[in-house]
């Protein structure tokens, strides 16, 4: 009687290891696809160092750029697009890039650009400027190409009246 117990004892744990072994084993299965890898190359700092970079700046009805640095390398053809995100007209809401010149006093500089509104606030005297886009509404975007400048920090900036104290940023050559 000892050994049938016994018996029927091992028999239902021998049963319920193979079970708990079975359930908690994974398959592993080798996933075999007819689309060719593209093997990539490492990034090294030459390979960084892309002779034209695409930037997108976006403008909000907020007066804001979602981009307060933008870095490039030096000589690299800098494509930069401009979107307004927002909805409100050119008139009330208008956005720019302007990339200056290092030394330009922000102050002063919109000061000329505030009074040169049928240029799309950007003076006649354009020697403190490298780059800029055209003004632009809600819903519009302007895209400009320009070799970036020598190393350095350049400031940009918003030209619409009153928007530079808060649409600005450091533009970083290296």
């Given amino acids: 009687m000892y050994y049938s117990k016994f018996k029927s004892t091992l028999a239902i744990l021998t049963i319920s290891a193979t079970l708990f072994v079975s359930c908690n084993k994974t398959e592993e299965k080798e996933v075999v696809s007819d689309t060719p890898v593209e093997q990539t190359t490492p990034v090294t ?20 750029y979602d981009l307060s640095e933008i870095d490039v390398n030096e000589g690299q053809t800098v494509v930069l697009t401009l979107h ?59 895209t400009i190409t320009f070799k970036a400048p020598a ?5 940009y900036m918003c030209s619409f009246p009153g928007h530079y104290s ?8 290296k």
């Fill in 45 to 64: 700092p030459d390979a960084a160092k892309q002779d034209t970079i695409k930037i997108t700046l976006n403008s909000t009805d907020k007066m804001q």
């Fill in 84 to 142: 307004h995100t927002g909805t409100m007209p050119i008139a009330s809401m208008g956005h720019n890039f302007v990339l200056l010149k290092q030394g330009t006093d922000l102050a002063k500089f919109e000061e000329k650009a505030s009074k040169a509104q049928k240029d799309g606030y950007i003076p006649t005297d354009t020697s403190d400027i490298i780059a800029h886009t055209k003004l632009i509404g809600g819903g519009e975007s302007d």
């Fill in 151 to 155: 190393k350095g920090t350049y400031d």
């Fill in 166 to 173: 808060v649409m600005k940023g450091k533009f970083n050559v």
